[in-house]
């Protein structure tokens, strides 16, 4: 089944304890991209990528960090969490930006 | 960059009437707009697509309006179900970016 898998689905932690949050596809995809949701604010993208070793800022990159070493996998870093990112987070995968993507299932993120 | 709106971002309509949802964008450059449903726990679904080069699309009960003069595009869902309850989202991008950029949803309760 073609598919983004996010993990972990859930995750409370304290201010400033390093975690990562893997995203793997199966499809193959160039193309990946990390998104925050907050209500009212819609998806906010974070990181993208291009392709293996290539990614760039989005709109909001601020405490977060990526890497792309393998074409299936794009985990997002976050080295200090602080109380603002806690969040509702999306991993995407599409060949094109331009054209849809599949969304994983989120990752809800707590930071206390 | 490019801005996105949304409204409303709160729809309650009765089942068997119809639902529309607006978005405006700002770049006239954007020729890609695609609209995403977000189900309860899940990621967002893209459910319709259209492009510059085309002013309407139909796919059973949905239809997706571009107006490329005024800058705003519009879902159209008929014949509403309980199951198209759910938040909905539009987004806008360009040949040339590298992402989609998401208006702040809307949620849609159909009401039995």
């Known amino acids: 089944e073609a598919q983004v898998t996010q993990n972990p689905r859930y995750l409370i932690t304290v201010t400033g304890k390093k975690l990562t949050v893997t995203c793997s596809q199966n499809m193959n995809h160039e193309y990946m991209s990390w998104y925050r949701q907050d209500p009212g604010l819609g998806l906010r993208q974070i990181y993208y990528?291009?392709?293996?070793?290539?990614?760039d800022k989005g709109d909001v990159p601020e405490g977060y960090k990526v890497s792309r070493k393998e074409k299936r996998n794009f985990p997002l870093i976050l080295e200090s969490p602080s109380p603002n990112q806690t969040s509702l987070y999306f991993c995407?995968?599409?060949?094109?930006?331009?054209?849809?993507?599949?969304f994983g299932s989120g990752t809800r993120l707590t930071v206390v | 960059g490019e801005n996105v709106e949304q409204h409303p971002s709160t729809l309650s309509v009765q089942e068997g009437d119809s639902a529309v949802i607006k978005c405006t964008y700002s770049?006239?450059?954007?020729?890609?707009f695609p609209w995403y449903k977000q189900e309860l726990g899940k990621g967002p679904q893209l459910i319709i697509d259209?492009?510059?080069?085309?002013g309407e699309k139909k796919d059973q009960r949905i239809a997706v309006t571009l107006n490329k003069t005024a800058k705003h595009f519009s879902l159209h869902i008929t014949e509403t179900q309980p199951e198209d309850s759910a938040v909905y989202f539009c987004a806008a991008s360009w040949t040339a970016g590298n992402k989609l950029t998401f208006g702040g949803g809307t949620r849609v309760l159909v009401k039995p």
């Open positions: 995407a995968s599409g060949t094109d930006p331009n054209y849809g993507y599949t």
């Open positions: 990528s291009m392709n293996v070793e290539v990614t």
């Open positions: 770049d006239s450059a954007s020729n890609y």
């Open positions: 259209i492009r510059s080069n085309v």
